[in-house]
């Protein structure tokens, strides 16, 4: 029996009249990579700012890494790691300093910081690029750097809010190897994607439609149980009905 | 405090990278400091006088040759009537009108006084104010001119006069400019403690960063701290370059201690940094941090004393500058600068910027949150 790291218990969140995320319930497991679709406006990055303590639930309970998302948030910060949808490394930093800073705000000593990021920079072929600054990397590389500085101080889970956002297959293709190393890793992943390719990659997947869950399994079984022959195909048959539009 | 070495190495290697701040903190206070004294004067000259001679005598002549030679009349025009010389001011060609009577020369010889009127256009309230007041005392110069000649003839005993003589202290030549040249330093701290800070956090609010450092275990006051801390020292620079260029160019030394200049800019900078970061919690973009930023320099500025005095405004004005820093700072400059007060005189401006700076902060910290 692997070791529950999120577990969401009727999570809701009101904004006034509005519903964002409706009575949501699951868990995830340790080094698990669970995908959390749903189309837009479903109350995907909602849910996700209330698990990383960004954004104070209405009602319901729910625990990351253990400690309780209206409490402890501190506590959780310290064992995760996040990337948001909006790009969220300093372009008038080099490669080097992003790292340096987001790696120190984590608490983690010069030296190891030091020894770390040549490690990283020689894996990501980011060596030649340690002082460029990062505006003027493609966005590629760009987003394989912020998932690298996301999981840097070796979090328990990380938050990827459509991490993949507007990047080239390949470049995806290498963005999903990465999060494979980190899950061997241990390293839980939760991941929203708006790509089926990407849906398939996951361990389990959940899909969202206006602020409720309406599935959650395995890739494989989702197809079986919605007849489909793609994950494609099941995401669109369980969104056409939603009332919520783009 | 580790977290905290991490934020001001990024905080410094940012700003370097951003000429426009470098820019602000640097040239900035020079250009004004330069310019802005000479142009911000409180001197009223070239006044634009129009003449009314109806007397056209010899008294009537040496009056007009006495005031033109004055240096801060232009006589624009002799008009032939008041109501002529109403049409200069009017269209603006004149501001002042100075009419003498008919038969100016003959009252003052028989009955030893005579009447003269002077009109003023009072759109610009500082240019009438001060012209009339230089017109009456030239006219009261010329009285006692006539009084000195008459004293020669023993039939007319002379008339007892007061005269009022007074001495400046502290500023003996009145020079406007040691006067103006400590106030502007104050208003360019005032920008740079309003704007810097608050467009730098809120500037993090708009590309999205300030998130990935909330959902970080940072605690809010390294965040803060952190912000508050280059501006703090960026301050302290312009300070410096700022008494630099007022001894250079206008020879101004302080009186007084410059070491109590620093230590009030200090507390001074983190109430102003204190607003900032309060402007900050409250604006999600940079335009609205700036028009709040405005409004909240302007009213501390215009209710500073820079330009107008405190004791003479409204009581509801006067409680307003209790709580405006600019005002304590600007004061102190002065007292400072141009009397050499020590730190006993300061003693309650320093306080009362040191609970405003503590107000202002603590509001900040309680309105920013990580979570919402």
Redesign the interface.
Known sequence: MTETVITADKLTKKFGDFIATNEISFEVKKGEIFGFLGANGAGKTTAMRMF?????PSSGAASVAGFDVYKQ??QI??S?G?M?Q????????TVK?NI???A????M?RSAIKEKSVLLLNQLNLSGEVNTLVKSLPLGWKQKLAFSVAIFHEPKIVFLDEPTGGVDPITRREFWNLIYQAAERGITIFVTTHYMDEAEYCNRVSIMVDGKIEALDTPRNLKKTYAAKSMDEVFLQLVRGAKRGE | MKQLSFLLEKEFRQVFRNPAILRSVLVMPIIQLIIFPFAANYEVKNVYLSMVDNDHSSYSQKFISKITSSGYFILTDYSPSYNKAMESIESDKADLIIEIPYGFEKELVKENKAAMLIAVNAVNGAKANLGGAYAANIIRDFNKEIQMQWMTFPAFNAIPTIEITSSNWYNPTMNYKEFMVPGILVTLLTMIGTFLASLNIVHEKEIGTIEQINVSPISKSTFILGKLIPFWIMGLVTLTIGLLVSRLFYGIVPVGNIALIYLFAMVFLLALLGVGLLISTYAETQTQATFVGFFVMMVFMLLGGLYTSIDSMPDWAKWITKVNPVAYFIEVMRMIVLKGSGFADIKYHLLSVLGLAVVFNSWAIMNYHKRS
């Open positions: 990383c303590g960004l954004l104070m948030t501190e910060k310290k995760i996040y948001s909006r790009f969220s490394l300093y372009e008038d930093l300093e340096r800073f987001y120190g705000i984590y608490g000593s």
